[in-house]
């Protein structure tokens, strides 16, 4: 069964802390996503990896780094947290090409940055 | 102006009473419209890819058609384990890598 695991599903940080999320997935995949998802603004593409240390930013990179050493791996890093970043954070991956967009999601962290 | 609306917003259903959700949307261009399911603390579940107008998807109670500028989840007596978010969201021909996904249409069917 396919799987795509978040290092927590709570966090609770204070704001200015260095904050690493982490992704983990079991199938091989090229394709790795980081999102956040907040009420009524829905889904939105924070970063994009399709292969190991290759990077792109997606809709809403400010504030957010990533880093993939490894394929299986893909982290989120808030260098500085602030109160806007209190969001759900979800993390997916997929096959390349034309299967991109039909990713596999993790649970999801909550984050609330105080 | 959204590129994507979902409508209702909510919806109750009784079980076995059959409905329709609808996902409009103004992108040109357009490569593939997805379709996910999101249950209460859990993140999204692919379900369909939609390619051209005039397709059709199935998977038990579920049924995703396309045309140019909607896509319809229709939902065929429907039982309480199909409560959830629907969301949609249509992949554009312009580069971007980002999906545009709807807000969802939360659905309750109750027993």
């Known amino acids: 069964d396919v799987k795509v695991t978040q290092s927590s599903r709570y966090l609770v940080k204070r704001t200015g802390e260095k904050v690493f999320l982490e992704c983990v997935q079991d199938?091989?995949?090229?394709?790795m996503f980081w999102y956040r998802q907040d009420p009524g603004l829905g889904l939105r593409l924070i970063y994009f990896s399709y292969d190991v240390k290759m990077k792109e930013k997606g809709d809403i990179p400010e504030g957010y780094s990533v880093s993939r050493e490894k394929k299986e791996r893909f982290s989120l890093i808030l260098e500085s947290a602030s109160t806007n970043q209190t969001s759900m954070y979800l993390c997916?991956?997929?096959?390349?090409?034309?299967?991109?967009?039909?990713?596999?999601f993790g649970p999801g962290t909550r984050l609330t940055v105080t | 102006e959204d590129q994507v609306t979902q409508s209702p917003e909510a919806l109750r259903l009784q079980e076995g009473e059959s409905s329709s959700l609808n996902c409009s949307y103004t992108v040109s261009g357009l490569r593939g419209l997805f379709w996910y399911r999101q249950d209460p603390g859990k993140g999204p579940e692919f379900l369909f890819t939609l390619y051209s107008a005039g397709e059709e998807k199935e998977k038990e109670r579920l049924k995703a058609t396309l045309t140019k500028k909607e896509s319809f989840l229709h939902i065929t007596a429907p039982k309480p384990e199909d409560s959830a978010t629907y969301l949609c969201?249509?992949?554009?021909?312009?580069?971007?890598?980002?999906?545009?996904f709807g807000s969802g249409t939360r659905l309750q069917v109750q027993p």
């Open positions: 969201a249509p992949h554009e021909d312009t580069g971007r890598r980002a999906l545009t």
């Open positions: 997916a991956s997929s096959h390349p090409s034309d299967r991109t967009y039909e990713q596999y």
């Open positions: 199938m091989d995949h090229e394709n």
